[in-house]
């Protein structure tokens, strides 16, 4: 029989779940030995914020340098669109893209790829946009990637810092005796609904695939490509563009490719820099964390509190130390309520839920708050323009 994969994901804190039996090429052979824990040199020379790590970052938060949203906007431009158009109600300017200090929000990121899903007749533009990232294009965690001493270095980096260049993405890592795979999950609540979870997904599986190539050479390519929504128009092209079989309808989005690529040291390894271009990371996780603010706290207890004891406006404001006029004010200057967040996070569990087969509509209710089903299916479909079962089967 074959042994079942071995998981490491941000959810599980990066635990083994299962032993390691059979031969392996001896690099993944040192990976898989390690996924449970950082290696000895990383270790040795830094030791990162558990707290960092585990922390949500807020989506509202302006940390991320502008390259997707100019990947996109140089795709666009190709086909002859406006790029003031496509960052209209995004609070960038064109001038923005190109100053070194502008740093934006997950939020509009989104916006911009929902501006593009929107104005661009093509569908392929977040794989034609996706493909002109490369290792540069990340910053320091370009450089972490590329200064890493060999593949377990690189693929530990992936997991610990990828939040802070994959905004609205978890990433996790697979293995088996063949292959490696890593797993897709799209984090932002209602995006499968309206295109902007395929939009990232296939912008950044074509990321992946060019960093991949400017760190293994340009003859590396997936084995295997899984996606959770349906076979869109321009299935032809991802399968060209990756080069192996695409499968849709899955129920993971995962990229695999062979083993065999660990064994490749491409790259320039260089302890100094390497060391440089991790604590960089680990002061912009950590700053990133600092920076997840009142909504992000509010949000947090919320979740804390679930199941159906989801706190009054007053109670939540007594958890975060302030008083219930205080919290009103600060989530007013944000633009947003404490109504308006306990809906956000009813609707990204219910999501969730919704993606579990085992789970039914009454009992995901139940969970939520909801005395009656029939008020959870009302706001489903205020939240997304679907019932829940419409979307669970429609996202099979």
């Known amino acids: 029989m074959q042994a079942p994969p071995r998981t490491q994901s941000l959810a599980s804190g990066g635990a083994d779940v299962n032993s390691d039996n059979g031969p392996r090429p001896r690099a993944l052979r040192a990976a898989i030995g390690k996924y449970g824990c950082a290696s000895l040199s990383l270790r040795q020379r830094n030791k990162p914020s558990h707290f960092a790590e585990q922390m949500p970052i807020n989506p509202e938060a302006a940390i991320y ?27 960038i300017s064109v001038d923005d893209l190109g100053n070194p200090e502008t740093r934006v929000s997950c939020q509009q990121i989104c916006s911009v790829f929902r501006n593009a899903l929107q104005l661009s007749p093509d569908p392929t533009l977040a794989l034609r946009a996706g493909s002109r990232m490369h290792l540069t294009s990340y910053g320091m965690f370009g450089y972490a990637l590329l200064s890493a001493l060999n593949f377990e270095e690189r693929n530990e980096i992936v997991i610990r810092y990828h939040r802070m260049c994959t905004p609205g993405v978890r990433i996790s890592s697979m293995h088996d ?3 490696l795979r890593y797993g897709y999950e799209v984090v932002l609540g209602g ?3 309206d295109g902007l979870h395929r939009f990232i997904i296939e912008f950044g599986y074509a990321a992946h695939l060019s960093v991949a190539r400017d760190l293994y050479g340009p003859e590396f390519s997936f084995s295997s490509v899984g996606v959770t929504y349906a076979e869109p128009s321009h299935a032809g092209a991802m399968r060209i563009l990756f080069g192996c079989p695409v499968r849709f309808n899955q129920q993971h989005n995962h990229l695999g490719f062979d083993a065999s690529f660990a064994e490749r040291t491409r790259g320039h390894p260089d302890n100094a820099t390497h060391h440089l271009a991790i604590e960089h990371c680990q002061r912009l996780l950590a700053e990133a964390a600092s920076q997840q603010g009142i909504a992000s706290a509010v949000r947090t207890v919320l979740i804390k509190k679930m199941p159906c004891n989801y706190p009054t406006i007053d109670r939540m404001a007594e958890a975060l130390l302030m008083d219930s006029r205080t919290l009103r004010r600060k989530l007013a200057s944000l633009g947003t309520t404490y109504r308006a967040l306990l809906s956000e996070v009813r609707m990204q569990l219910a999501i969730e839920f919704l993606r579990k087969p085992r789970m039914t509509n009454g009992e995901i209710a139940s969970i939520l708050g909801y005395s009656d089903p029939s008020n959870f299916r009302h706001a489903f479909v205020r939240w997304t323009g679907r019932t829940p079962t419409a979307y669970r089967f429609g996202n099979k």
């Open 177 to 179: 005796e063949q292959a």
């Open 65 to 91: 340098t502008p390259q997707r949203i100019t990947a996109v906007a140089e795709a666009f431009a190709e086909d002859g669109g406006d790029i003031g158009q496509l960052l209209e109600s995004t609070g």
């Open 191 to 193: 995006a499968t609904a």
